[in-house]
């Protein structure tokens, strides 16, 4: 069984909580089969509405049990049947991949700021 991070699962799962199962990899180049998004649909969608493992995880993301349980659900489902697991690269493969892109902007800090008890300045503006 392939191994399954976290941040996969948390890129995908936060894909379908944004977009929609039906939208979420539109715009990707390629499509995702439908067995593909069968699959996921039966794992975390029930009568067109999210399970209870997808409905929590959507309302708090960064709890850790919330992740583990929605990856446990996907191993359990790659265990009993391993064409799951080609369904499962195949996302993966498809998902489009997030980047954070700063561009154009001006005074953006990306690193840690260590002032130690004094100011930061951040800006054009130094002298206000």
Sequence with gaps: M???TTAVLTTIITTLANKGLESAFENVGEK???G???WIKSLFYKEGKPKKA???LQENPVKIEKREIVKAIIENSIEDNPIHSKYLKEIIEILPKNENIIS???NINTGKIETKGGDV???D???R
Excluded: F, M, Q
Aim: charged share 30%; proline share 5%; hydrophobic share 35%.
């Design 125 to 127: 503006n130094y002298d």
């Design 104 to 106: 154009n902007y001006k």
């Design 36 to 38: 593909a998004i069968d």
């Design 121 to 123: 300045h951040i800006g």
């Design 54 to 56: 997808l409905r929590e």
């Design 2 to 4: 392939p191994i399954i």
């Design 32 to 34: 995702v089969s439908d």
